[in-house]
Each structure stands twice: as structure tokens, then as C-alpha cells.
């Protein structure tokens, strides 16, 4: 457990929010809080790589003045770290790529800017794999980012320096994104809380892809209220993105709900993933031990037919759409995952593409079927096949002695929701077998986030009641050293 004194950064962002608007804190005093912190451990952990203190600073004070008036945003004047994946007016935004370290845009993607203007105190960028490829924050510009609970260790990707800044305290709200687990792999490894909402929730108005619905942007927090809140601010309708809802899906009010009316389905491999022993072993244990909340908790998981696959080739599409040009033009600048997706994606046959499309049809369908037949309001699985393994290794190579065919396999967990376009929720669940983070993954029906959101704040608040499923913190004081 930390041995550092708590200081403001550490309250979660409705707490500080509380404060904030009851003049009991003030913004620009939160700000130097998180800041202090930031400058006593980043540079252990390298969760933030780019940032303007003054700028936030001014920024903080502004909304000080608002805060006396009773003028406020929602946020108001909560940090908030935005990844390094979304451009941030005046703020260095490189991709993770050699191609953009010096890259400095003179604008804000839609959804930053949505943040901004309710009075989220935007300041910093956290790092992220090259344009988000892997599922290990390290790239050629900044290097990698550290798990708080063991530096020789890696904290996930593609949200990683978002996890590691907020389980050390840096912010209380980070923003994310994910498509094979990028906002939920980091948020199991590094014991925060990570949701990804259903395609449109939080539109995406600059996305490359725009017919792309696997693909979000999301909240991250240390808790599924802070979560809701950050969400609030990002789910706002956008024709620009085809799957943005005219009405938004998220209510004001977070509603816990009563878990013993609620009908549970929980698999520790859905079906179709490889999923370390010992993880299995720490999932199974833990799920005997909260079945007994529910109304109804069986086994049971939709049908991921030929799932590696499809998910494989549409990625494989989207890398094309997205990486052709700079694979042509500038290969000598990215890293392997970038290379890897794009050329199999340029070697992939039209009949090949067009039966991806087909099964990630069926295999939607058959996530809502099983949600349908089994009354299941919600399936709960780990969050990640394997524990946090060495920064040094970009990727899981094989999974109980069974070798993994591409480096997204092991991810398998996280990608086949995503290509059932469900909603998730990553929660923490206390310490795995090797001591480090461990979470669980809550999995709803799409168009299902606010009832997801009800679930999973209370069986946070369920957990939260036993030493061993508590979410855990790290040693700031080592990281200080």
C-alpha cells in the first residue's frame, strides 16, 4: 500500500467533483496537486509524454472564477489526461509515431473539445502503442510506459499511459479508446476501471473509418461513477459518426442496481479463448465466491464461431484503410504491429473479406440470441487472459504452452465483445497469483450501457468489502525512489 500522505489527486473525480462545486476545494488547487504528483512519479512509470503545467494552470483559474459564479461545466475544472490517439489543440500529439513527434495540431478532435467545453481541465496526453496497434504501450517516440505495481512489467495497451496515470494518481479522469481492448486490458493490468460504451455512445466524429463500429472512444476512471461522468461529457450526438444515437444513452444519475434481481452468465474462456491456468483458477475462485449476490449465475456464453478470424481480417481492412499510404510511403518509420496488420490486410481476398463481414453478422446475432434465451443481464469473464508479463516483450507469444497465431490472440477476451459490438465494463477484483492487478470483465448487449453501468457500480461496491477483491494500489513511494 502506498505510504504517501493522500493528497487531492487522490480522490476519485465525483468526490473532487463534490468538493469543487461546494468551494470546499478549489480547481487550481486540485490542479498543483496532480501535477506535484505527476512530477514525483512519472518519471518512473512514463505515463504522460506530453504536457503544458502553465496552460492548465491559467485554465484552472478560469474556472475558479466560474466555480464563484455558479457557472461551471459538468467537469468542472477536473484534469482530465487525454491519449495520445486524439488531437489536442496546442498540446503535442505524435500517434505514438516517429512520423509525428513534433507534430503540434492547431485544433481538437470533437470529442476533446466536448470535454473542454464542459470544463474539463485538459493539460496533458498519455502514451499509447504506435496509432494504437498492440496491446503493450511502447513505441519508437517516447518508449515505454511502466505497470505501477512492477516497472519490469507492462501496463497494456493501447490506453496504458491512461491506466498507469490514473492508478498513480496523476488524474482522476483519463479519456480512452478500444477495439481488441485497449481501454479495458490496461484498466484490468494496472487495477482501474475501464468502459467501453456501444458503437456511437461516445461518437466518434473523426474517425478514418466512419462505417468502422468496432472502434470507440470511452471513459476511464478509478471508479465506475467517474467513469459515468467522464461518459457524460463524451456521449453527445454527431452526424458525423453514422452510429451516433439522437438521444443519448447515458442518463445523468449513475443507478446502482440490486445485483440479487439480477440473472448473471460467467465463463472464464467465452468459448473460444485461450486463458492462462492460474487466471482461470483466480477467476473461478473469485466468481464462487460472488455467485451468491445474483438472482441467477450459470455458466454460459454466446457462440464466437470462427471468431480469430474474422476479427483478424476486419482488422486487417481497417489497418488498410488507415496505414496504406504510410506503409508505401513510409515504412522505415513504423514498428512491427503497424507493418503486420496492414500487409496481411493487403494480401486478404475479397471472398475472404466478404465471409468476415458475414460471420461477425452471425456472430452478433448470436450474442444477442444468447442474451435473449438465457434472460441474462449480464456475462462476466476475466479481463485479461494472462497476467501483466515483461515491457520488454510486445506481445503474449503463447498461452499454456499453445503458441499464438498473430499478436492480438491473446487479447481474444477483449475482441470478441467487440465483434458482437457489445458494451463492457472492466472493474478491478484485487490482486491475481503473482500479486499483480486483476479484473473482470462485465459484458452487455448492445445499447445496454446504462443498465451495464448500474451492475457494474455495484459489484464494485461488492467488492470493495472483502481485502481480496478491494481494488488494490500501488507503492507510490516506490516509484518515488
Not at 219 to 225: D, E, L, S, Y
Not at 305 to 332: M, Y
Amino acid at each position: 500500500m502506498p505510504e504517501l500522505s493522500p493528497e487531492l489527486c487522490d480522490l476519485s473525480a465525483v468526490e473532487a467533483l463534490k468538493q469543487l462545486k461546494a468551494r470546499e476545494i478549489s480547481a487550481v488547487e486540485l490542479f498543483d496537486s496532480c501535477v506535484k504528483r505527476i512530477e514525483a512519479v512519472n518519471p518512473s512509470v512514463n505515463a504522460i509524454v506530453a504536457s503544458d503545467f502553465d496552460a492548465g494552470r491559467a485554465q484552472a483559474s478560469r474556472i475558479d472564477a466560474k466555480l464563484g459564479k455558479q457557472q461551471s461545466g459538468m467537469l468542472a475544472g477536473l484534469p482530465v489526461a487525454i491519449k495520445d490517439l486524439e488531437a489536442t489543440q496546442g498540446l503535442t500529439t505524435a500517434y505514438g509515431s516517429l512520423e509525428y513527434k513534433d507534430h503540434v495540431p492547431d485544433y481538437s478532435d470533437p470529442m476533446v473539445a466536448a470535454v473542454a467545453t464542459v470544463d474539463g481541465n485538459i493539460f496533458c496526453k498519455t502514451n499509447v502503442p504506435e496509432f494504437g496497434a498492440g496491446g503493450n504501450t511502447v513505441n519508437l517516440v517516447y518508449g515505454a510506459t511502466c505497470n505501477p505495481f512492477n516497472r519490469q512489467k507492462t501496463c497494456a495497451g493501447s490506453s496504458g499511459g491512461a491506466a498507469v496515470a490514473l492508478a498513480t494518481g496523476m488524474v482522476p479522469l483519463a479519456t480512452g479508446s478500444d477495439y481488441g481492448g485497449s481501454l479495458r486490458t490496461p484498466a484490468g493490468f494496472c487495477g482501474v476501471t475501464g468502459f467501453r460504451p456501444s458503437p456511437g455512445v461516445a461518437a466518434y466524429a473523426h474517425n478514418g473509418v466512419g462505417l468502422n463500429p468496432f472502434v470507440v472512444l470511452g471513459p476511464m476512471g478509478r471508479t465506475v461513477a467517474d467513469v459515468h461522468l467522464l461518459l457524460r461529457a463524451q456521449a453527445s450526438f454527431d452526424q458525423r459518426d453514422p452510429f451516433s444515437p439522437a438521444v443519448s444513452a447515458i442518463p445523468d444519475t449513475l443507478e446502482p442496481t440490486d445485483l440479487s434481481t439480477i440473472t448473471a452468465a460467467w465463463s472464464v474462456d467465452l468459448g473460444c479463448c485461450d486463458v492462462d491456468q492460474q487466471i482461470a483458477d483466480v477467476f473461478t475462485s473469485r466468481m464462487q465466491n460472488v455467485k451468491s449476490v445474483f438472482k441467477q449465475c450459470d455458466n454460459g456464453h454466446p457462440d464466437f464461431e470462427n471468431i480469430h478470424n474474422t476479427f483478424e481480417v476486419l482488422r486487417g481492412v481497417f489497418f488498410v484503410a488507415g496505414h496504406q499510404e504510410r506503409l508505401k510511403n513510409n515504412r522505415q518509420l513504423l514498428g512491427q504491429n503497424v507493418i503486420d496488420n496492414t500487409e496481411r490486410g493487403l494480401n486478404l481476398t475479397a471472398s475472404e473479406i466478404g465471409q468476415a463481414f458475414v460471420q461477425q453478422s452471425i456472430i452478433y446475432r448470436q450474442a444477442l440470441e444468447f442474451f435473449a434465451s438465457t434472460n441474462a443481464d449480464v456475462l462476466i469473464c476475466p479481463a485479461a487472459s494472462v497476467s501483466p508479463f515483461e515491457h520488454s516483450q510486445l506481445a503474449v507469444t503463447e498461452i499454456n504452452g499453445t503458441p499464438m497465431q498473430t499478436y492480438m490472440q491473446w487479447l481474444a477476451l477483449a475482441y470478441a465483445p467487440t465483434m458482437a459490438l457489445c458494451c463492457s465494463c472492466v472493474i478491478p477484483c484485487g490482486l491475481d497469483h503473482k500479486g499483480l492487478p486483476y479484473g473482470v470483465q462485465l459484458v452487455g448487449p448492445r445499447g445496454s450501457d446504462a443498465k451495464l453501468l448500474g451492475i457494474a457500480a455495484s459489484l464494485e461496491q461488492h467488492f470493495s468489502k472483502d481485502v481480496v477483491t478491494a481494488r488494490p494500489l500501488p507503492d507510490l513511494t516506490a516509484l518515488t525512489k
